[in-house]
Structures are given as C-alpha cells and as structure tokens.
C-alpha cells in the first residue's frame, strides 16, 4: 500500500485566496483525521470522520474551514478566504478502529 | 490545556546512550501511543500500550504505563544518529477515537 497520500506537498498562496488541500487515505480504513501543525500550538485536531461522516468538528478554527469526504478514498481540507494565520503544515491521517493511525507526509501551506 | 505533555523538550545526548522521555496526562484513557516525527515528515507510530498494560516492549524501545500517576515513559536504548527526530506521545481517551498529542520531545543523537 502506498500509505496516506496527500496533495499538494507545498502550497504558497496569497491571503483571500482559496485553498483546497486533499488527502486519500489507506485503502480500508474507516477513519480519516485532519490535522495542523505549527510551532506555537503544536499539533491540533482539526476534524475526524467515521466511515464519510463527520464526528468531531470541535478543532475547525472558524467558518473559513470546510472538510468533505465524498466517499471512502478522498477527503478535501477547505480555507476560504485564507490568510496569513492559517500558515502550517496540515497532515491527513487514517486508521481502522484500534487508534493506531498513520500520517501522510503533509501540505506546507504558507499564505502571504 | 493539553492533555499529554512531554518532558523534557529537548534532549541531546551521545550515539549509544540511553534516551528517556516522559509523558503526563489528565484523564482516563483507554490507550497511550507514541510517535516519531523526522524533520519535514509526518509522523510515524512506534508502540501502542493499553491501559491495563505497564510494560511494552518493541526492539530497542520500551515503553511503561503508570495509570495511578497518569504517566508514561519511553526508553530508547543503544541510540543512533538516525533516532535524531521529535517524539510524541499521545492519549486515546475512553470512548473516543481521536487521539490528544502533547507538544513532543526534540531528541538529538551526537555521533
């Protein structure tokens, strides 16, 4: 299995911009986890879902987040309008019941 | 506050000493996990322990449970240049699937 794939690996954008990072998880897992990371807060959990549905929100910074998974290979990480704040690296994880999860190897976004 | 909190932050030790971390947290958990993440990377999972474990071992890792003291170590043992990387460890609360993730553990090996 190619493990947790995520695209794109860098994104430089500029604030008010759209951005749309993606995330297809391991073949057969149930749950898919988005998660940023940075230097002051160190890694959050932004949203998980259980087979497609969302089941915890309760880390998506404000509105200008969205998260989707459409179906059981892809889920998409929303920010509309970015700006310069949102800049962190964002990972995408998947796990099958158990807890244990596996990372992908994350989108630097950097917002100017 | 986080649930799962590292300590110390940063440790730099000699190729071939031992490396200890530790790690406290709040509430009841059904497991502790630990991860490595190498500059750049994602994280990677190194060993689960269940609550009703004390003891885990994987290779030269070892990992114990205290569930009355809320806490946890990792020891890893004979360490390499390559074991250079942050840990982290984190919660899996009773009756939840998300996991907790403290700040980490920045180790560095000199060779």
């Known amino acids: 299995d190619a493990g947790v794939i995520q695209s794109p690996r860098h994104e430089v954008t500029e604030m008010g911009q759209e951005v749309t990072l993606r995330c297809k998880p391991i073949s057969g897992h149930d749950y898919l986890f988005w998660y940023r990371q940075t230097m002051m807060r160190g890694l959050e959990l932004l949203i998980y879902?259980?087979?497609?549905?969302?089941?915890?929100d309760s880390g998506m910074p404000e509105d200008r987040f969205s998260a989707k998974m459409p179906n059981a290979s892809f889920s998409t990480l929303k920010i509309q309008p970015s700006e310069p704040r949102d800049s962190a690296v964002y990972f995408c994880?998947?796990?099958?019941?158990?807890?244990?999860?596996?990372f992908g190897p994350g989108t630097r976004l950097t917002v100017l | 506050s986080q649930q799962g909190e590292e300590d110390p932050q940063a440790l730099s030790i000699q190729e071939g000493e031992n490396a200890t971390m530790n790690c406290s947290y709040k509430t009841s958990i059904n497991n502790l996990q630990w991860y490595r993440q190498n500059s750049g990377r994602g994280l990677v999972h190194l060993i689960l322990i269940r609550s009703n474990e004390r003891e885990k071992h994987s290779g030269r890792l070892r990992v114990t449970l205290d569930t009355s003291k809320k806490s946890s170590s990792l020891l890893i043992t004979a360490s390499r240049a390559a074991d250079t990387a942050s840990y982290f460890c984190a919660t899996a609360l009773q009756g939840a699937q998300k996991l907790v993730f403290g700040q980490g553990t920045r180790l560095t090996i000199n060779p």
């Open positions: 994880a998947s796990s099958f019941v158990g807890n244990t999860q596996y």
């Open positions: 879902f259980n087979n497609n549905v969302p089941i915890d």
